[in-house]
Structures are given as structure tokens and as C-alpha cells.
Nanobody, 120 residues
Framework: QVQLVESGGGLVQAGGSLRLSCAAS????????MGWYRQAPGKQRELVAV???????NYADSVKGRFTISRDNAKKTVYLQMNSLKPEDTAVYYC??????????????WGQGTQVTVSS
């Protein structure tokens, strides 16, 4: 019903920057929240940043001041600008969307994930 397509991952040196994009499509009436999570090998998936319609943005402490999340509601797209990247930012990054469908139902879905690797 709702699909997310991510792009923008890759390999970068420490101190570098990357920008992730995630576009939502499907039976969307409105987007309640879109965000980014990440999962490093052997670790649990964790919240990186989220942009909600109700309360704005929220960031993990580990990325505050370095990452910026933004939304383009017209394009149903969320971006994650990642600056001053560190090797510990290496992970698979997953987009998440919480939407209200045209059928008035609440729906949450995940993207397929995009690899971000930061070399030291």
C-alpha cells in the first residue's frame, strides 16, 4: 500500500558528508512522521532522527549538531544530511514512515535500507 525508496548511501571518509533521501508513494493521505533509523552489525536498530507533523524533529544524542533531518511534504520525501561523519556512524540506515492512508487507516512501513560506511 505504501512504499519507501531510499537513496544516497555509500562510502565516505571520516569528517565527510552524505545525504540520504527517502521517497514515499502509494495510498497516502497524509504523513504523520518520517524518520531514519540505523543498525550496525551486532547491534539493535536505533533511532537517528525523526520529523513529525505534530511536534517537529527529534535526534539521537549521538548525532545532534552533525545530522539534519528535513521533509518535503509536496514530494513526500525525507532527507538526512549527515556531516562530520564518524566511523561509528557506519550502519545500514532505514527510512521509516507513519502515514494515514486514503482509507483513513494508520500505516507504518520501512524502507529496504541503505549502507553507510565511514572509513577512518
Amino acid at each position: 500500500q505504501v512504499q519507501l525508496v531510499e537513496s544516497g548511501g555509500g562510502l565516505v571518509q571520516a569528517g565527510g558528508s552524505l545525504r540520504l533521501s527517502c521517497a514515499a508513494s502509494g495510498v497516502i493521505f497524509s504523513i504523520n512522521a518520517m524518520g531514519w533509523y540505523r543498525q550496525a552489525p551486532g547491534k539493535q536498530r536505533e533511532l537517528v532522527a525523526v520529523a513529525t507533523s505534530a511536534v517537529g524533529t527529534n535526534y539521537a544524542d549521538s548525532v545532534k549538531g552533525r545530522f539534519t533531518i528535513s521533509r518535503d511534504n509536496a514530494k513526500k520525501t525525507v532527507y538526512l544530511q549527515m556531516n562530520s561523519l564518524k566511523p561509528e556512524d557506519t550502519a545500514v540506515y532505514y527510512c521509516n514512515a507513519d502515514v494515514t492512508t486514503i482509507y483513513s487507516s494508520r500505516y507504518e512501513t520501512w524502507g529496504q535500507g541503505t549502507q553507510v560506511t565511514v572509513s577512518s
